[in-house]
């Protein structure tokens, strides 16, 4: 990471860096501040965020991982952040918490920000370019860009140019626009406004698993935080920004059924052996109608409804749903009559993933002797993990399958003419947050303040983050502040973040930090 001369007044005090406003300079507008070092160093801040990327980061590669936290904390030390590794007593291997905090003299409110800094795994093949291989291209693959070398200093830059990494979207674009501020700030003596506790998660893509420890066991550095703020996520699909005051939960299995102990040539055996590609398609049409409801008994009766305020937001959103459609080449959708917005506020559950022997190239005239699709259910508030997988297991027994955990042996195979193996499971709780709650309103102000009239209020983001683990566990509220780009790519091949959107997130996360303080308590 490039090292900017800094020049900052700090206190050094118990371990952590205290603003000092009485030896700053006059307070300027964070977001100008921030933007006049972003229009100077937008070359350098392009090829620091590349540096980040660069390190690669799925969360089973504790390595990889470490390399990041450590990448991370001493930027964090590099700004005058006494940043440090969380780590979990005999747990070596699972990823640490970046932690640092900011103290203001005088601030009547404190900031928790939620950064995971791991991503999804990769199928490098499936890949433009190498995946930890940041790449620069005009403007997006699919609309003509074109690669082109990274920036010099100096250099103008496009906002329409595109960054091409694993996590460029998710979710290391808002590390990428965070260290500017910070930077600025720094360097022309802005003081926040708010105490800030930065809380960067190592394992988000792994499902957070030993999140809640970490929480738990730092109860005494967290509890004082105010609101959680999760920079994570895509800006509207209209491209309009974005404040979430929820997400979905997520749970999931793996359901495999059997044929015959062995794969049998099609010919000899065809008309006459159970194909197990067959009886999964069955499966699982009985599980869905055409119009994409979910058929599973009691799936939606623990939904809980939403309040005046989000219907309210509901009702002002923009109409994009046509707009959608065409972008993503759809004649029709699931749940025809509601817009992608409702259809947000229910639980779903998608068949992710379909295997049973080989097609094209490798196709083989055989029966197949296993099935096996991934499910991925998708939780509203009210709904609980193990309930919802529950009422599928239900579902499936009431088709006619013996259910088993294992592989069935010989004896189970006879005794049972159809077999589902489950398993998997897991996952956590959705969470939102009232839009009427006072520290709420105070950050809609300061997000509209960077974003203009033009910003959505969306009551429940569709992907999923712990957030539960906050709103639920810690008692705190928690809100969703996005600054991808819609069409990131997410969790896919060719994932990118456009400049533009890294230019906003500087932004953002300025007048966040700015904004006026919070009423003493």
Do not use: C
Request: net charge negative; proline share 7%; aromatic share 8%.
């Amino acid at each position: 990471m490039s090292k900017a001369i800094l020049t900052i007044s700090v206190i050094l005090h118990s371990g952590l860096v205290v603003f000092n406003p009485a030896t700053a300079a006059a307070q300027q507008s964070g977001a100008d501040v921030a933007r006049a070092y972003r229009e100077s160093h937008e070359a350098e801040i392009i090829g620091d965020f590349a540096e980040l990327l660069a390190l690669p980061n799925v969360a089973s590669d504790s390595a990889g991982i470490n390399r990041n936290a450590i990448y991370l904390r001493d930027a964090l030390r590099a700004l005058g952040i006494d940043a440090e590794l969380l780590r979990l007593a005999d747990q070596p291997r699972v990823p640490p918490i970046v932690f640092g905090e900011i103290r203001v003299p005088g601030a009547t409110r404190t900031l928790g920000v939620y950064v995971h800094y791991d991503g999804q795994p990769v199928d490098s093949s499936r890949w433009t370019h190498g995946p930890w291989q940041p790449t620069l291209y005009t403007r997006a693959m699919e609309s003509g860009g074109v690669a082109r070398s990274m920036p010099v200093p100096g250099e103008p830059v496009d906002p329409e140019w595109r960054i091409y990494a694993r996590s460029a979207g998710d979710d290391k674009a808002p590390l990428g626009a965070l260290l500017p501020v910070l930077t600025a700030f720094r360097e022309a003596n802005v003081t926040p406004t708010s105490n800030i506790k930065f809380f960067f998660d190592g394992e988000e893509e792994a499902g957070s698993q030993h999140l809640r420890e970490y929480l738990e066991s730092n109860r005494d550095r967290v509890d004082d935080i105010d609101i959680w703020l999760f920079f994570d996520g895509p800006v509207h699909q209209s491209g309009r920004p974005l404040l979430t005051f929820g997400v979905r939960g997520v749970t999931g299995m793996e359901v495999t059924v059997y044929g015959p102990n062995r794969p049998l040539h099609s010919g000899h055996y065809g008309n006459w052996a159970p194909v197990p590609g067959q009886m999964l398609a069955e499966l699982l049409a009985t599980m869905k109608d055409g119009d994409g409801n979910v058929l599973v008994e009691g799936f939606y009766d623990t939904v809980e409804p939403i309040g005046d305020a989000e219907r309210e937001a509901l009702a002002a959103l923009p109409d994009y749903d046509e707009e959608l459609k065409e972008e993503l080449g759809l004649a029709w959708t699931e749940g025809e009559g509601q817009s992608l917005a409702e259809r947000l506020l229910l639980p779903s559950l998608t068949v992710r993933g379909l295997s049973s022997g080989n097609v094209g190239r490798l196709a083989r005239n055989v029966i197949p002797a296993t099935a096996t699709a991934t499910l991925g259910i998708r939780l509203v508030k009210g709904n609980d993990p193990q309930h919802m997988r529950e009422l599928v297991e239900a579902h499936i027994q009431r088709q006619g399958y013996h259910i088993v955990r294992e592989d069935p042996d010989h004896a189970t195979r006879l005794a049972y003419p159809k077999i589902a193996k489950i398993t998997g499971g897991g996952g956590y709780r959705a969470s939102r947050t009232a839009m009427d709650v006072p520290i709420v309103q105070e950050v809609v102000g300061a997000v509209r303040a960077a974003a203009g009239d033009d910003l959505v209020l969306f009551p429940a983001l569709g992907g999923s983050l712990p957030l539960y683990l906050f709103t639920e566990v810690m008692g705190k509220p928690a809100l969703i502040v996005p600054i991808a780009n819609h069409d990131d790519n997410q969790h896919a091949p060719d994932e990118n973040l456009r400049i533009a959107n890294l230019w906003y997130g500087i932004d953002l996360y300025a007048a966040l930090f700015t904004m006026p303080p919070g009423a003493t308590p």
